[in-house]
């Protein structure tokens, strides 16, 4: 089996990437910038390491044939950090989104797509068999946009309540990346990864209150007053990314696939699924 290192294996999708290898008996490293806190499970060798000090990279890369890459990191750092990993490794798998799906939701300009389509372009010059994972909006997303204002009171104040997302559990991200790690047949391939369901930002709320049994009031809010209130899930560049993708995409269905199905041979887990998996993080 493939030697394999998960960098970003303590975040949302990695963490479960890392998990899925090592229950299989994967032969797994994950890559932290604190391996103290990565709290991962004990089977798995948790290398320090960090993207923007590349020659930190060399010792997590030491026999290591695959790569699952999430990059959060700088964009400066893209170029130095690929050029090591393509020295040791010999395939890649990276976490990018739909750069390429032709529906507003993923067609805004922003700095996160550029750093993306950035990443791809270099992949492809650097002579790795390369997979491209394009999941649209994480399911998770909830855990910051939502859970704090649901844990403090019966209230969500929320922008663009009409815009439709399919939102994808990261489960499922992940079962699909452990394929395209694990088996062969997947160099060059791109999957645009979505939920099952075409849901608006108003009914994914309203099956989190379902869920908990509570009755949520949800209030539609102006992308102003969005900038103003919802600097609590991330700075203003970031806010005006999100505002700037559900503006767009209002008024016409999500992008769904059926590509996860496909690759995993089981149906994706719904956002009714997801919620009530993590009902505990809504519970005051
Ligand atoms: N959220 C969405 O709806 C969505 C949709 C499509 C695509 N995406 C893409 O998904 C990616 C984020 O995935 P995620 O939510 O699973 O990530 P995440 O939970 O934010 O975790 C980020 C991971 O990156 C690691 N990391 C950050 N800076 C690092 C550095 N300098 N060196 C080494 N590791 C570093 C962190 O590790 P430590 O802190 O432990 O070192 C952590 O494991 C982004 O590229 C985003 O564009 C997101």
Redesign the pocket.
């Known amino acids: 089996m493939n030697r394999i290192l998960v960098?970003?294996?303590?975040?949302?999708?990695?963490?479960q990437v890392v998990s899925r290898l090592a229950a299989t008996g994967g032969r797994v490293r994950a890559?932290?910038?604190?391996p103290g806190?990565?709290q991962l499970p004990s089977q798995v060798e948790v290398v320090r390491?960090?993207?923007?000090?590349p020659e930190t990279l060399d010792a997590c890369l030491e026999g290591i044939d695959t790569v699952f890459l999430?990059?959060?990191?700088?964009a400066a750092?893209v170029a130095p950090a690929l050029e090591r990993i393509a020295k040791r490794a010999r395939r890649i798998v990276f976490?990018?989104?739909?750069l390429k799906t032709a529906h507003p939701l993923f067609q805004q300009p922003n700095a996160?797509r550029a750093?993306?389509e950035q990443i791809e372009r270099l992949i492809e010059t650097l002579g790795l068999q390369w997979t491209f994972l394009?999941?649209?909006?994480?399911a998770?997303?909830a855990l910051s946009w939502w859970a704090p204002q649901i844990r403090a009171g019966d209230v969500v104040r929320w922008p663009y309540l009409a815009t439709p997302t399919a939102p994808?559990d990261?489960r499922d991200i992940a079962a699909v990346a452990v394929r395209t790690l694990c088996e062969d047949g997947h160099a060059g391939s791109e999957y645009v990864l979505t939920g099952p369901q075409s849901l608006s930002q108003f009914e994914q709320v309203s099956t989190i209150g379902r869920v908990i049994g509570r009755s949520l009031r949800i209030e539609e809010i102006s992308p102003d007053e969005a900038r103003r209130e919802l600097l609590t899930i991330g700075p203003l560049p970031a806010v005006n990314m999100l505002l700037q993708a559900w503006g767009a995409a209002i008024g016409q269905p999500a992008h769904v696939t059926s590509t996860v199905a496909q690759i995993i041979g089981a149906p994706p887990h719904t956002f009714l699924d997801w919620a009530t998996d993590n009902a505990a993080a809504f519970r005051a």
């Open positions: 960098i970003g294996g303590t975040g949302t999708v990695g963490r890559l932290a910038r604190d806190k990565a390491g960090d993207l923007t000090l999430v990059w959060t990191a700088p750092a976490l990018s989104a739909p996160a750093i993306g394009r999941p649209g909006m994480f998770a997303n994808i990261e």
